[in-house]
């Protein structure tokens, strides 16, 4: 079956700090995406990246980069140097080509508060 | 131009009446999604639309629960004889091809059941 652990539920850190996000996921499928989404106070849902399962390579977008590891099963997101702006839930899932990757399942998301 | 949008935004009701809840996806998108997220929850998976493909409903909790979405545009979720535990907001999220392409969500509708 599917899942998708972030076993962090409220994280705080100082603005400038650099902060880490882990996303641990279950899955049988050999192919499979992964994403991290973020939902700021809000509340709308805004898509942040996708990785396919063949691609372990990671990914910098600006302040923002992920660690895909599969030996691990873990899909990382770290936050450089933060920012107020950054205070948001950010939510790990995963999708599977048995399901044609319709289905898509969410962890139960990680509340990152950065205090200026 | 415009995005996912729901109504109501907010819907008060009472134990055992029925609501239906509106999704409009952005103009193309063929895949829609509803979810729902409890208080302090991730995201719970209800049903998915693709086109004109028989929706996935692996995600309703209860026969109370449904959806539709007509000419492939509008949807909506309407919830028979609310219970208190319907308590949620519920997302409202299209995609442009579906297939685990990136979702576009909407503002969500919070609904309470008193």
């Known amino acids: 079956a599917q899942k998708v652990t972030q076993a962090q539920t409220e994280i705080s850190v100082v603005e400038k700090e650099d902060v880490t996000l882990d996303c641990v996921y279950e899955?049988?499928?050999?192919?499979?995406?992964l994403f991290w989404y973020k939902q700021p106070p809000s509340g709308e849902l805004v898509f942040l990246i996708r990785r396919n399962s063949f691609d372990e390579q990671n990914e910098i977008s600006g302040r923002y980069s992920w660690n895909f590891q599969k030996s691990t099963s873990s899909f990382n997101f770290t936050i450089t140097a933060s920012q107020v702006v950054d205070s948001a839930v950010y939510f790990c899932?995963?999708?599977?080509?048995?399901?044609?990757?319709?289905?898509?399942?969410f962890g139960p998301g990680t509340s990152l508060s950065v205090i200026p | 131009g415009a995005g996912v949008s729901q109504s109501p935004s907010n819907k008060v009701t009472e134990k055992g009446k029925d609501v239906e809840l509106r999704c409009d996806p952005i103009s193309g998108h063929t895949a829609l999604y509803w979810y729902r997220q409890s208080l302090g929850q991730g995201l719970e998976f209800l049903i998915y639309f693709q086109g004109n493909s028989a929706p996935d409903k692996s995600g309703l909790p209860s026969d109370r629960f449904s959806a539709e979405r007509t000419g492939g545009s509008v949807s909506t979720l309407t919830i028979q004889r609310t219970q208190q535990e319907d308590s949620a907001v519920y997302l409202c999220?299209?995609?442009?091809?579906?297939?685990?392409?990136?979702?576009?969500f909407g503002p969500g509708t919070r609904l309470t059941v008193l």
């Open positions: 899932a995963l999708s599977e080509a048995g399901t044609s990757y319709d289905k898509v399942i």
């Open positions: 899955t049988r499928d050999t192919t499979y995406y």
């Open positions: 999220a299209s995609s442009l091809v579906g297939g685990g392409s990136e979702q576009f």
